[in-house]
């Protein structure tokens, strides 16, 4: 049995500045949520019920510093590991065994100006990833982390390519017409923060 191989993109810019956002407004984030600096955070959590066959998880991001700085945000990036369950494989006695897709997360980090919050390259490299993952046929499934509007063409064209996407984004900013023109659409709010029915 052939399972379809999924591939997850994070526009770790999008992630870092709405996290950040949603931190100012008094949000408080979960225990597991992992936060470095303002270029990265990552919840173990992020897969949730999804059974995926993971092909890779890339994070693209930026910081202000230095070449060391850069190096260190990559080591700092590439040392988190994941684990996912991938779907479930009929046995003949009528049981299900689930598969595991575990590893690194990929780090692809570029410098950028201290006068710049976001930086079009990082969202230039997504969708030449995400691109060639669907036109070499790598990867059936496309999961982008992102609540960014700019990504809607490209979104289209995965799809119109016989691609399922699948977007995952905080509420911060996030672009309207996302949740509906996309196959799936996940709230990563729940994900990165304590949702306490107390909280305004």
């Known amino acids: 049995m052939t399972i379809e191989k999924t591939l997850i993109i994070v526009d770790g810019e999008n992630l870092s500045l709405r996290y950040a956002d949603m931190l100012s407004k008094g949000q408080i984030p979960r225990e597991e949520t992992i936060a470095l600096g303002n270029y990265f955070v990552w919840s173990p959590k992020v897969f949730g019920s999804w059974l995926w066959n993971v092909l890779r998880v890339s994070y693209h991001t930026s910081i202000v510093g230095d070449d060391d700085a850069v190096h260190n945000a990559r080591r700092s990036i590439g040392s988190v590991q994941y684990k996912c369950r991938s779907r479930a494989i009929a046995l003949h006695d009528n049981k299900q065994m689930f598969m595991t897709s575990e590893g690194r997360v990929v780090p692809s980090v570029r410098k950028r100006s201290s006068r710049t ?17 669907s036109y070499r046929d790598q990867a059936q499934k496309i999961v982008v982390l992102s ?28 672009h309207p017409e996302i949740p ?5 659409f996940f709230d990563l709010d729940p994900i990165f923060f304590d949702q306490d029915p107390g909280q305004s």
């Open 117 to 133: 919050r976001k930086e079009s390259i990082c969202d230039t490299a997504i969708a030449v990833e995400a691109l060639r993952a």
């Open 147 to 174: 609540g960014d509007g700019d990504f809607l063409p490209l979104y289209q064209e995965l799809m119109h390519s016989g691609r399922e996407v699948i977007v995952g984004a905080l509420s911060s900013g996030l």
């Open 180 to 184: 509906v023109c996309v196959d799936s």
